[in-house]
């Protein structure tokens, strides 16, 4: 049973890093697809980054390009999303999922398990 726990959300100033991890409890997902998602008030939630489970693919929105990093390490069978360079309108809730795929998937439709999501805020 997939079961995903994000952390590491938090308050930052505009220019500050923040590293999310997601912890997959049961230790299922080390050949599934993973992703990042994030939803801020008032808007549909968004497609951040992916990563193929072996991590030989990855893919970024252009709105965080150059800025946020996703990696894994499945020995953990953990997520992380590295973000620099932060920016008030990085402001959201932020999702992993995991959908069971050897292709990176950047669909928000097609990810069958979801987290709770951390809260991350930027402030200006």
């Known amino acids: 049973q997939v079961q995903l726990v994000e952390s590491g959300g938090g308050l930052v100033q505009a220019g500050g890093s923040l590293r999310l991890s997601c912890a997959d409890s049961?230790?299922?997902?080390?050949?599934?697809?993973m992703g990042w998602f994030r939803q801020a008030p008032g808007k549909e939630r968004e497609f951040v980054a992916a990563?193929?489970?072996?991590?030989?693919?990855?893919a970024y929105a252009d709105s965080v390009k150059g800025r946020f990093t996703i990696s894994r390490d499945n020995a953990k069978n953990t997520l992380y999303l590295q973000m620099n360079s932060l920016k008030p309108e990085d402001t959201a809730v932020y999702y992993c999922?995991?959908?069971?795929?050897?292709?990176?998937?950047?669909?928000?439709?097609?990810?069958?398990?979801w987290g709770q999501g951390t809260q991350v805020t930027v402030s200006s």
């Open positions: 999922a995991a959908r069971p795929s050897l292709l990176v998937v950047t669909t928000r439709e097609r990810y069958d398990y």
């Open positions: 990563i193929t489970w072996i991590g030989g693919s990855t």
């Open positions: 049961g230790g299922t997902t080390s050949r599934y697809t």
